[in-house]
Nanobody, 124 residues
Framework: VQVAESGGGLVQAGGSLRLSCTVS????????MGWFRQAPGREREAVSC????????YHSDSVQGRFILSRDKSKMTLYLQMNSLKPEDTAMYYC??????????????????WGRGTQVTVSS
């Protein structure tokens, strides 16, 4: 299984970035997916996740209203549109495939697949 993220970079505060996560090699493709992030010295946190069916979507309080998830199921790709970026959004962003998604939380499980991460840096 390969999980490949792209789209990170350096942006000024108030700007936008779109992250992409493409999955390959999974026998069963209808999986919940999401984005997590980890800043230096901090624990990894869930950012935004959704179920394959779209019945549940989670956004952390810190990104609610600014970040938008979307999918291209034919391409097995999950997108994270990040708007109104803030310096505190600076972190390594990781895509996770096969996660437990509820309206108020998103958690990895023992069979979660992770990408290698893409760096997002927001300058003030």
């Amino acid at each position: 299984v390969q999980v490949a993220e792209s789209g990170g970079g350096l942006v000024q505060a108030g700007g936008s970035l779109r992250l992409s996560c493409t999955v390959s090699g999974l026998t069963y493709g209808a999986n919940n997916m999401g984005w997590f992030r980890q800043a230096p010295g901090r624990e990894r946190e869930a950012v935004s996740c959704d179920t394959w069916s779209g019945s549940n979507t989670y956004h952390s309080d810190s990104v609610q209203g600014r970040f938008i998830l979307s999918r291209d199921k034919s391409k097995m790709t999950l997108y994270l549109q990040m708007n109104s970026l803030k310096p505190e959004d600076t972190a390594m962003y990781y895509c996770a495939v096969v996660v437990n998604v509820q309206y108020n939380r998103c958690t990895p499980i023992s069979t979660t697949y992770w990408g290698r991460g893409t760096q997002v840096t927001v300058s003030s």
